[in-house]
Nanobody, 126 residues
Framework: QVQVAESGGGLAQAGGSLKLSCAAS????????VGWFRQAPGKEREFVAA????????YYADSVKGRFTISRDSAKNTVYLQLNSLTPEDTAVYFC???????????????????WGQGAPVTVSS
């Protein structure tokens, strides 16, 4: 089993940037797809970005393409989410999640992920 923990959330101004980290413990991310999801108050949890375990290929929700970047540092067993050009609509709790590597078509489906972090709040002011 792998445990994941997010860090790096906080307050940013519109147009600003934040960098979130997702650190794994217990196991490495080597055999896991890692995804970022977010949930705003009163809204459903939504997919943000994910990275394929085998080759690091990134996937993004349309709403964040060109603004957010997912990456990994295998040596540190950490996955990052760089959030640029933030808007107030990006305000949410951001969750890191991991799933055993498998079908890529499930990579954006939160229900397919087994392990979840506690969430990192991100607030973007106008």
């Amino acid at each position: 089993q792998v445990q994941v923990a997010e860090s790096g959330g906080g307050l940013a101004q519109a147009g600003g940037s934040l960098k979130l980290s997702c650190a794994a413990s217990g196991r490495t991310f080597g055999t896991y797809h890692v995804g970022w999801f977010r949930q705003a108050p009163g809204k459903e949890r939504e997919f943000v970005a994910a990275i394929v375990c085998s080759d690091g290929s990134p996937y993004y929700a349309d709403s964040v393409k060109g603004r957010f970047t997912i990456s990994r540092d295998s040596a540190k067993n950490t996955v990052y989410l760089q959030l640029n050009s933030l808007t107030p609509e990006d305000t949410a709790v951001y969750f890191c999640a991991a799933k055993t590597g498998g079908a890529v078509w499930l990579i954006a489906n939160g229900g397919a992920y087994t392990y979840w972090g506690q969430g990192a709040p991100v607030t973007v002011s106008s």
